[in-house]
Structures are given as structure tokens and as C-alpha cells.
């Protein structure tokens, strides 16, 4: 569900930036003259998107440009579903058939993304920066590939360039925080964490990311009462962030209230199978609780996740 909602986002922004039609419109006029154009959209609305590609996928248009455009919208279709392979696969072969629209490029770079093609999705996102220097998406989306390549320095110039065109845009002051964190600059970072926060207030679907991402690092200069309201704050938009449940367990461990971060570290371990740190960490307090027969169970799940996890992923406690 929420892979879907976020895809959709992705979607909407690239098609309200790029000027062009919505996905549902464009689904209704690929199959215009097929009498399928309803069902289609209700089988997208209802994230069926199996049945929609297999609509699409009957159809032979007559030309070039036709083909590309079904190949277009049966990439769009296939992001919406998660199945990035196909959406890029999709969106490349449109490519060779006529020139993509705007939107269509910025999905392809978002499933390259996806697929951690970092080089591939940053050269599709310059060429559109390029073409449009006054949107403030595509540099944002260059500025957090750098910064997730460890450029923190150009990641700090195209993200500064972000919010200087867009200045409410939560995510591009919460990316700007965490690249000024990483630069080792505290007040800068801390100064755009609260930016982030305020307006992520101000959004109809608020992130649980930016006051996360502000009770971490409150959390790392202990500041624990602050940590401890922005970490609530978080888990009140995402209940189940295993990493606001786990950095909440820290800083109520931090204050002396073993109880509560025992039962922090219960469920970030519950909301993320995955997660390593939480296990550790509760094995550790478990240990200093002395309760022996919790933390030996404890760390042999921890050794049972460690070694699950790909060798270059290590714990940051």
C-alpha cells in the first residue's frame, strides 16, 4: 500500500511538473475504441495492475508514436505495481520508438532509482534540470543521489538549490539536514531538520522521515526530551518506523526508563525483521536488567539477523 501511494505521488508530480496528462486519463486514451477504457480505470483504482497490463498488452497500435505511448503507459502501470525491472524495461523501449515526455522520463529515473542505478536515473534527472532549471523536483532528485554516492558537498549545493526554489518542500530541507549532518556542520543540520518538521506539519499526509530523522540527531547530541517528543511525533504519522521505535528505545534507555525502551526495542524488532540494532540493544539492557535467559535469546536472534544481512551492513549503535 504504501509502495503504491508513494509510486502514485511520483506520478502525479511528474505529470503536474511535465504538464501532461494523468495516468488515468492516458490509460483511457491508449484503449480509446476498445470499450475496455472504464474497466481499465477501475482495475488501476483498484490496484489491479495486473489485469490493466494484460489490457494493455492485447493492443497493436498502428505506429510508431502509438506504440511508444502504450509502452509508456504500461511503464507507468508496472512503477505503480513495484516491478521496476518492467517499467524501466517498458520505458526504454518507448524510448526507441519516439521521444519520451517529461513524465515518463523522470518515472523511468525514479525505477532506476529503485534498481540502484544511481548513474543511469542521475544522467535522465541532469538532462531534465537542464531542460528545466526552474523545477525544483529534479534537482532535489540529483541532490539525494549525490548524497547517497557520499557527494556530500555537491549533495549540499543541489539541495540548497532546491529549497531556494521550493522553499516548503519538507523533503528537500529534511535531505538538506541530513547532507549538512554528514558534513559535520550541527547547526546548519539541526537548523534544517526543525525547517522540515514545521512544514511536514502543514502536509495532508505528513512523513514520519523528518521529525525521525530531528529526534535522531537530537538524540546523538542529548537532547533526550526533544529527541523523545520529535520520535513520538514521527510514530504518530508512521506507528510501525521501526527506526523512530528504535531510536525512541535509545533515548528513553538514555533517561533511565528501562521498561519503556525494552518495550521500544520489542517492537522495532517486531515492526523489522531485518533489524539488527534494536536486537543488539536490547540484548545489552536485558543484560544490565539481568534478566541472563531474555538477553541469550536476544543475541542469538541478533547473530541469526547478522547473518542474513549482506557482509558490507554493520550495526550503528
Known sequence: MLLARTALYLLAAAAASAGADDIYQRLRLALTGTGLEERAAIELSNRNFDQVDTLLAKQAPPSNASRAELLSVRG?????????????????????????????VFTEAMALVNLGDNAASGKLLQQLAEKHPERPIYVYWLGKLAYDSHRYEEAAEKLQ???????????????????????????????????????????????????????????????????????????????????????????LEKEGRETEAVSEYLTATNSDPKSTDACYSLAILYRKLHRNADADAMFAEYKKRRQELPHDQTITR
Open 76 to 104: 507507468a502501470v508496472a512503477f505503480l505495481a513495484g516491478n521496476m525491472n518492467a517499467a524501466a524495461a517498458d520505458f526504454a523501449n518507448a524510448a526507441k520508438l519516439a521521444t519520451l515526455n517529461d513524465a515518463d
Open 161 to 251: 538549490k532546491a529549497v531556494t526554489l521550493d522553499p516548503k518542500s519538507p523533503r528537500a530541507w529534511d535531505s538538506l539536514g541530513l547532507t549538512f549532518d554528514m558534513q559535520g556542520f550541527p547547526d546548519q543540520a539541526h537548523e534544517a531538520f526543525e525547517k522540515a518538521v514545521v512544514l511536514n506539519r502543514q502536509q495532508t499526509h505528513p512523513s514520519p522521515w523528518p521529525p525521525h530523522n530531528l529526534g535522531y540527531w537530537l538524540l546523538r547530541t542529548n537532547r533526550t526530551r526533544e529527541a523523545e517528543q520529535a520520535l513520538r511525533e514521527s510514530l504518530r504519522y508512521g506507528p510501525t518506523l521501526a527506526q523512530s521505535h528504535y531510536h525512541l528505545g535509545r533515548t
